[in-house]
C-alpha cells in the first residue's frame, strides 16, 4: 500500500503563498502520475493540477499562472508552491498517485489524507 502524506496548509491573507508537500512511501517516479486535487466545503473534489503521463504538467483554468507543481524524486516527495492565493483557494487539499501495482498490472488510485488551506480576505 503506498502511502501519501501532506503537509504545509495552514491560514494565510489573500494574495500571500504557501508550499504544500506530499511525502510518498514508495518511489514517486514509479508513479504513472501524480497530481493534486482539492475540496472545498459542500462541493466536489477537482482537480487542481497534475504531471501528465507524458511528463508535462495541467492546471485547473483557476490556478494557471498562480500554483506550480514540482517534484524531487531523491526525496519522493511532490510540491504544490501556491500565489497570490485567492477565498476562492481555501480547501482541503489532497495528494494523488496513480500507479500500475503489481502482481496483476492494475491502476490504482492512492490518496493521502488532506491538509487544509484558508485563506482569508
Known amino acids: 500500500q503506498v502511502q501519501l502524506v501532506e503537509s504545509g496548509g495552514g491560514l494565510v491573507q489573500a494574495g500571500g503563498s504557501l508550499r504544500l508537500s506530499c511525502a510518498a512511501s514508495?518511489?514517486?517516479?514509479?508513479?504513472?502520475?501524480m497530481a493534486w486535487y482539492r475540496q472545498a466545503p459542500g462541493k466536489q473534489r477537482e482537480m487542481v493540477t497534475t504531471?501528465?503521463?507524458?511528463?508535462?504538467?495541467d492546471y485547473a483554468d483557476s490556478v494557471k499562472g498562480r500554483f506550480t507543481i514540482s517534484r524531487d524524486n531523491a526525496k519522493n516527495t511532490v510540491y504544490l508552491q501556491m500565489a497570490s492565493l485567492k477565498p476562492e483557494d481555501t480547501a482541503d487539499y489532497f495528494c494523488?498517485?496513480?500507479?500500475?501495482?503489481?502482481?496483476?498490472?492494475?491502476?490504482?488510485?492512492?490518496w493521502g489524507q488532506g491538509t487544509r488551506v484558508t485563506v482569508s480576505s
Open positions: 504531471f501528465t503521463r507524458g511528463g508535462g504538467t
Open positions: 494523488n498517485a496513480r500507479a500500475v501495482t503489481p502482481p496483476t498490472g492494475t491502476m490504482r488510485d492512492f
Open positions: 514508495a518511489s514517486i517516479i514509479r508513479a504513472t502520475t
